[in-house]
């Protein structure tokens, strides 16, 4: 009877925490494409996110004396036309990943204190970019 009982109460256990966790892992999300975040701005206000998108070319300006690196991200990669304006990130150190530069992938994390206010990144991370080439459409290597 008690083996019973214990089998029971441990299998309600197992149950409840499996049920749990599949609600959570349904609707976790690691970071926002940079789209879907400024559809939902003025909900993201003083939230703490992330949001993905691409360093837009020459928009990197360190600012040495407020320890401060200012830079905007755009939607699509440059090399497919980087769409929509630029979104204004302030990345609250100078120390930057080594892949950060103009047209790299980030993610960048922090908040967003206002509606039309830069984001506030306390963290970037920055992707390596892939290095795959299209083959030749003979199939044969190329010659010098």
């Not at 309600?12 to 789209?35: I, K, P, R, V």
């Not at 879907?36 to 070319?57: K, P, S």
């Not at 967003?112 to 990144?121: E, H, I, K, N, S």
Request: include cysteine; aromatic fraction near 10%.
């Amino acid at each position: 009877m008690q083996i019973a009982l214990g089998a029971t109460v441990i299998a309600l256990l197992l149950g409840w925490y499996t049920a749990t966790n599949l609600e959570a892992a349904a609707s976790f999300s690691y970071f926002q494409h940079l789209d879907d975040f400024r559809a939902a701005e003025a909900q993201q206000v003083g939230n703490a996110a992330r949001v993905h998108g691409y360093v837009a070319i020459g928009s990197i300006r360190r600012d040495v004396a407020g320890k401060q690196v200012h830079f905007s991200i755009v939607n699509d990669p440059p090399h497919a036309g980087g769409s929509g304006p630029p979104f204004p990130v302030v990345f609250v150190s100078l120390e930057t990943p080594d892949l950060f530069k103009d047209g790299a992938e980030v993610v960048v994390e922090g908040t967003l204190t206002g509606v039309g206010d830069p984001f506030r990144a306390d963290k970037v991370l920055a992707k390596c970019p892939s290095k795959f080439e299209a083959a030749d459409p003979a199939g044969q290597q190329g010659s010098f």
